[in-house]
């Protein structure tokens, strides 16, 4: 059974930065793109950042470029987000994503078979 599991969330004032972390378990995803998404409170889930199977081609919503750096251990089947500068916008809970199709950089994880962690809470006060 896959599981995503992410960890790394947590309460941080508005400049600080967090790494977040998602285990993959039950299959292996070296083949696989992966990616971050993110939903406020009230607000549909966005996408965030994603990286491509062989772990080049990142790509990144235009509210976090520049702060937020996406990366991938295959040989740890993980995930990770760094988060820099952080802004009181960026409190949402974070899901990671990973394409059930190995060798595609498609990134629509919505109409694709893909799987999804539970998410981590990230707080940013001001």
């Known amino acids: 059974q896959v599981q995503l599991v992410e960890s790394g969330g947590g309460l941080v004032q508005a400049g600080g930065s967090l790494r977040l972390s998602c285990a993959a378990s039950g299959r292996t995803f070296s083949k696989n793109a992966m990616a971050w998404f993110r939903q406020a409170p009230g607000k549909e889930r966005d996408f965030v950042a994603a990286i491509g199977w062989s772990g080049g081609n990142t790509v990144y919503a235009d509210s976090v470029k520049g702060r937020f750096t996406i990366s991938r251990d295959a040989a740890k089947n993980a995930l990770y987000l760094q988060m820099n500068s952080l802004k009181p916008e960026d409190t949402a809970v974070y899901y990671c994503?990973?394409?059930?199709?190995?060798?595609?950089?498609?990134?629509?994880?919505?109409?694709?078979?893909?799987?999804w962690g539970r998410g981590t809470q990230v707080t940013v006060s001001s």
């Open positions: 994503a990973v394409r059930a199709a190995a060798y595609t950089n498609n990134n629509d994880y919505t109409t694709f078979n893909s799987y």
